[in-house]
Structures are given as C-alpha cells and as structure tokens.
C-alpha cells in the first residue's frame, strides 16, 4: 500500500570519510536534510563502496558498519553507525528488479559511503538501512534504468538515496589546487546536464572526452547520481543543495528529485 507524500530520491557527494567528523558546509547541508526532510521509514542507498558482479542487497536485520578506509585517525574507526537493516525491504527490492536475480547479501554492512553520510543526516540511527550493490559490469544506461524500478519505493515510505562523487580522482588530489581545469569543466557539464534533464548526456558521460576520463577515471563513484536521476518522475523537480570541489578533483555537488 503506497503512502503520501512520496519521498524524495538524494544523491550525495560524499568526499573524504573525514567529514563523519567535521563541521562543515557539507556536512551541515547533510545535517539540515535530516531536519526537514518527510521521514523515511526506511532508506535504501546506494553506496560507490559497495562494488560486485550481479545486484545485492544487505539483508540482516543487523548491518556491521564498515571501515573500508586507511590511513586515518583512529576516531574514524572508532564510529559505529548501529543503524537496523530491513529484510523485508531487502525482499522488496528483489521483488521490483525480478526476474533479475538480487543476492540477499548476509556478509557487507554498512561501509563509508553510507555512515559517513548518515551520520550527519540520522545521527540517531533509528531509521533503518539497507544498501545496494554497483554491478560494475554493466553499463551506465541499466543503472540508470534499476533507478527507475526502483523509483516505485519512494511511494512506500522509503527514501533513495545515493552516495559517490560527480568528479573524483584520488591519484591527482592536491592541497595546491581547488579546481583543476578539467575537473571544473566536467562538474560545470553534468551540472548543466542535470539541470537540463538531458539523460542522455549524463549517461554518455564519455562524450565529454578527456575531461571525462580524468573526471571519472573509474566509474563506481558515479554510477550512484544516475540511480537517483533515474528515479525522477515527470513532475518534479531538481535541486542541487550542496557544490564545491575539494583537493583539485573531487567534487562534492549534491542532487535532490522532489
């Protein structure tokens, strides 16, 4: 049985694991979601963290949370975001996307790219999270085509929700640079791209040619934005609540489809 009002699909630039522990525009973007935002009564999040072969979905009434990082302060390992699963949502997901075949998934948990996030949004932890695996075998247009399956759960009283970055390029981070010319150009031609609701652009990123392959070097940290896009019904509208680039080629722009 469906509910009103339906909730909205969120795409989160989520940068560096650090802003779990920061105060910053970011973070209290995040933060003010979770004010204002209808409350879910579950959410489903697709995470760049979680890369496979095949769909899964985390199934365990109880989600470990996940330290997939190194190199950072001990306090990041020390958060824990106990948040419930949802088997049932779990269930559900498989429902929609069959005949296609969705491994409920007893083994991952909660990595970064959720709890990082969440923990600024629900810091609570009382509403309960089931991830979404990135089947990096297919191509863009079928992620963009599962966030529309998966649209149907927004009626349900869940919240879609996706967490990578539009631009991202570990290998060329600086602390010199804030923007590097590319990594700006690609942002600024996905920003227009989505604004425009031009799809097709977005999931033929490629045709942005060398800005697109220092921009998205590998595609698991993209990938997520177009679950979301996908999602989007004809009458509503989308809103970018969070932009900025840290460290020369991340990029931390934000989408809402309410």
Excluded: C
């Excluded at 009434?61 to 390992?77: E, N, S, Y």
């Excluded at 932890?125 to 529309?148: C, I, K, M």
């Excluded at 800005?211 to 989308?238: C, I, M, Q, W």
Aim: proline share 6%; net charge negative.
């Amino acid at each position: 049985m469906s509910i009103s009002p339906r909730l909205p699909a969120i795409f989160i630039g989520h940068g560096s694991p650090m802003n779990a522990l920061g105060d910053n525009d970011y973070t209290r973007a995040w933060h003010d979601l979770g004010q204002t935002l209808a409350r879910p009564k579950a959410i489903l999040m697709v995470s760049a963290h979680w890369m496979t072969r095949g769909v899964a979905v985390t199934a365990m009434p109880r989600p470990r949370t996940i330290h997939d990082f190194g190199g950072f302060p001990q306090a990041l390992f020390d958060i824990q975001y106990p948040a419930a699963g949802d088997p049932a949502l779990a269930a559900r997901v498989a429902e929609l996307l069959a005949p296609m075949t969705v491994v409920q998934d007893q083994q991952w948990g909660l990595d970064h790219g959720t709890w990082s996030v969440l923990v600024k949004m629900y810091p609570q932890t009382d509403v309960p999270v089931v991830q979404l695996s990135l089947d990096l075998s297919q191509p863009a247009a079928w992620h963009f085509e599962l966030g529309r399956q998966l649209g149907a759960l927004r009626d349900e009283g869940v919240m879609l929700m996706a967490s990578g970055n539009v631009v991202h390029n570990l290998r060329r981070m600086s602390q010199q640079v804030r923007a590097y010319d590319w990594a700006q150009r690609f942002n600024d031609s996905i920003r227009t791209a989505i604004l425009d609701e031009d799809w097709d652009k977005l999931v033929h990123y490629e045709q942005f040619g060398n800005d697109a392959s220092l921009s998205v070097p590998t595609n698991e940290h993209f990938l997520p934005l177009l679950y979301v896009l996908g999602s989007k019904r004809p009458d509503e509208r989308l809103t970018l609540f969070a932009e900025g680039m840290e460290l020369g080629a991340i990029s931390m722009m934000s989408v809402a489809v309410s």
